[in-house]
């Protein structure tokens, strides 16, 4: 499979040969064809950070049978970095790949330096009460946006900033800075709520929820101020029943689909600006079933539904669904 740099370089010359084609052909005038070499693909693939919790002297949550959190979230999150590769347009960056310790600024700061579209966290929870089950999904609370984390951008205010270099007229305005990163930060937690809505969808399919909206919290990996963030809490790894399924790899396997298939659909919901991606409405058809859609557009069944907010079974011709375009 090619890779989403190659596939938009393709997209553009193919293009700008278009362009060049039905111009001499006489189909188009030479402003047509002007107007169509002009138009600029979105080059840049999705960027989608991992971050397995916990690893090396720190393991994390540790159920009853031993089973240690660190060991479950990596595999989780190598299985989701997986299906993710596979899917065009989308390039992963992940905190750890191997059983070491992370600082928890250190993978905040991956994210907002790789200019991620979204950042997960991936773990496995723990309770006093083994009866407590059931996932939970978190995003930063409004009173937990970092000053911390705005500091230290304000400071970085060099061509590498994934911020402040898109306004080169703010370096030397303090107060404006600060308004940029907080406009920044605003549309980072907005879209961040978004996608976690999307997320305790995706895993209700497969665990029951502990809390069925999305929680809020000031956790340390999700203050980063220009990257939409959550940490997914895959299970209680404290309930002995849920222990058992996490040591489980099919069950990993099915967290990991459902956790890909939400974030697809986020992403289709919501394309990011300058992408390799798009939205589409497809229209469907007499006799046309969602399996059907969703093969034609490269993504499965339960992410088309999720995309789409739609409820088990199929729907009727002449409904409206968002459909991705992957190599826009």
């Known amino acids: 499979m090619r890779d989403s740099s190659s596939i938009c370089s393709s997209r553009r010359q193919f293009l700008q040969r278009l362009a060049l084609g039905g111009a001499l052909l006489g189909t188009w005038t030479m402003a047509d064809a002007s107007r169509l070499g002009r138009i600029t693909p979105r080059e840049r693939p999705i960027v989608v950070c991992l971050d397995p919790g916990h690893g090396g002297h720190d393991p994390g949550a540790v159920g009853v049978r031993g089973t240690r959190e660190k060991d479950v979230v990596l595999d989780v999150g190598l299985i989701l970095a997986g299906h993710l590769r596979r899917t065009p347009g989308i390039q992963v960056v992940m905190t750890r790949q191997t059983d070491r310790y992370i600082p928890l600024l250190s993978r905040m700061y991956l994210g907002s330096r790789q200019r991620a579209d979204l950042f997960v966290s991936i773990h496995a929870d723990a309770f006093p009460d083994p009866d407590v089950r059931g996932s939970t999904v978190w995003a930063l609370s409004g009173k937990g946006a970092s000053n911390a984390a705005a500091r230290w951008l304000a400071k970085s205010q060099n061509s590498a900033d994934p911020i402040l270099s898109k306004w080169s007229t703010s370096r030397q305005d303090p107060m404006l800075n600060e308004v940029l990163i907080n406009m920044t930060q605003t549309a980072a ?12 969808r995706g895993l209700a399919g497969i665990e029951g929820l502990h809390n069925a909206a999305v929680q809020h919290a000031n956790f340390v990996v999700l203050r980063a101020p220009d990257v939409p963030s959550m940490l997914v809490e895959t299970a209680f790894i404290s309930n002995p029943q849920e222990e058992q399924r996490l040591r489980d790899p099919e069950f990993r396997q099915d967290l990991a689909q459902s956790m890909h298939d939400a974030i697809v659909a986020h992403f289709v919901k919501a394309p990011p600006s300058g992408s390799c991606w798009s939205a589409a ?10 399996t059907e859609v969703a093969r034609r557009y490269g993504l499965s069944v339960k ?12 729907e009727p011709a002449g409904t409206h669904l968002r459909v991705p375009i992957m190599d826009a």
Do not use: F, S, Y
């Open 303 to 314: 992410a088309l539904r999720l995309a789409n907010n739609l409820a088990q079974g199929e």
């Open 281 to 290: 409405n497809h229209v469907l058809g007499h006799h046309e079933t969602l």
């Open 189 to 200: 937690m907005n879209a961040a709520a978004a996608a976690a809505d999307v997320m305790i």
